[in-house]
Nanobody, 112 residues
Framework: QVQLVESGGGLVQPGGSLRLSCTAS????????MAWYRQAPGKERELVAA???????NYADSVKGRFAISRDNTKNTVYLQMNSLKPEDTAVYYC??????WGQGTQVTVSS
């Protein structure tokens, strides 16, 4: 059974940083493509960043230069480093093991 467990969300002031983690189990993580999505209140869920099993990455335009996705195959974990956070980054962030498995989500709130 595939499980994805996210952590690292919380409340941060504008301009601050957070690092999200997502640890996978029940699957061979090293051959999996991973992604982070987010969903703000009243909005559709959107792709934030993705990383292939080979380490190639892509980002939403809104987070380029501020967020970085990475992975540690020895820990079955994917990370999302979020810097220079803005109030519009406030959302529930979801980890996804492509194409079908989702984590439970972690809340990120950017507010002063």
């Amino acid at each position: 059974q595939v499980q994805l467990v996210e952590s690292g969300g919380g409340l941060v002031q504008p301009g601050g940083s957070l690092r999200l983690s997502c640890t996978a189990s029940g699957i061979i993580f090293s051959v999996s493509n991973m992604a982070w999505y987010r969903q703000a209140p009243g909005k559709e869920r959107e792709l934030v960043a993705a990383i292939t099993r080979g380490g190639s990455t892509n980002y939403a335009d809104s987070v380029k230069g501020r967020f970085a996705i990475s992975r540690d195959n020895t820990k079955n974990t994917v990370y999302l480093q979020m810097n220079s956070l803005k109030p519009e980054d406030t959302a529930v962030y979801y980890c996804k093991l492509l194409p079908v498995y989702w984590g439970q989500g972690t809340q990120v709130t950017v507010s002063s």
